[in-house]
């Protein structure tokens, strides 16, 4: 049995939240910069990422690892481009169908918050020279689901492979999954909220998720 019930690839996971950060910052885009959320794939990614990642560089609360900061950048401009009930209804797999609409919205929080509490710190890893470069985009840009490629590029440290999956929805794109080195998201943390729930029922993994975040 896992000690915790949280990644433990930290350093292969350091890029993260300043992904997912810079995606939710992408709010301060200047009107030249505009995002479509109706773009070819990989341009909508390219626009967001670049021009967010430009806003965490000037955020110094944020790269500092204050959460109170990060958490109401994260309330103010997640929702737009990233669909994160989703990410967590596939987390908890089947489980899903048989929680309460109360304790779903419950682990939509704890999940969000755990992310925040594990990789704050890797806000710290954005300097001004660090980049977002996608790669050739291989897939069908009218498809309902599809994966883009990218590359973190960072001063200190090799470029780091992230792969966004990502939703076309009525509103526009919208990012539900994320790959980093070969790790998906959802299921790492698929894997261990199952033996949670198994363990303690949903509630019981609401209630872990909230003690580690203390």
Same mark, same amino acid.
């Given at each position: ?49 670049? @021009?967010? &990642? ?7 609360? #944020? !790269?500092?690892?204050? /959460?109170? %900061? +990060? ?41 969000? @918050?755990? &992310? ?7 806000? #710290? !890893?954005?300097?001004? /020279?660090? %980049? +977002? ?53 959802? !299921? ?27």
């Amino acid at each position: 049995m896992h000690t915790h019930i949280f990644f433990t690839r930290r350093t292969v996971y350091a890029v993260f939240l300043s992904v997912v950060l810079a995606l939710c910052l992408s709010g301060t885009v200047r009107a030249k910069d505009a995002v479509d959320r109706h773009a070819p794939p990989p341009e909508f990614v390219q626009v967001v990422a670049t @021009n967010a &990642l430009e806003a965490v560089k000037a955020d110094k609360a #944020a !790269q500092g690892g204050d /959460r109170a %900061s +990060i958490n109401a950048l994260i309330d103010e401009y997640v929702m737009p481009y990233v669909n994160f009930e989703k990410t967590t209804r596939l987390a908890a797999g089947r489980h899903w169908r048989t929680a309460t609409p109360e304790q779903r919205t419950q682990l939509v929080e704890a999940f969000k @918050n755990t &992310l925040i509490r594990t990789y704050s710190g890797a806000l #710290a !890893q954005v300097d001004q /020279r660090s %980049s +977002i470069s996608i790669q050739p985009f291989r897939g069908d840009p009218s498809a309902e689901d599809v994966v883009v490629r990218s590359s973190f590029n960072q001063s200190n440290g090799p470029a780091v492979a992230v792969d966004y999956r990502m939703e076309n929805t009525p509103d526009g794109w919208k990012i539900y999954d994320i790959n980093v080195e070969n790790i998906w998201l959802i !299921q790492n943390y698929r894997n261990q909220f199952s033996e949670q729930i198994a363990q303690n029922g949903i509630t019981g993994l609401i209630d872990a998720l909230n003690r580690q975040n203390r």
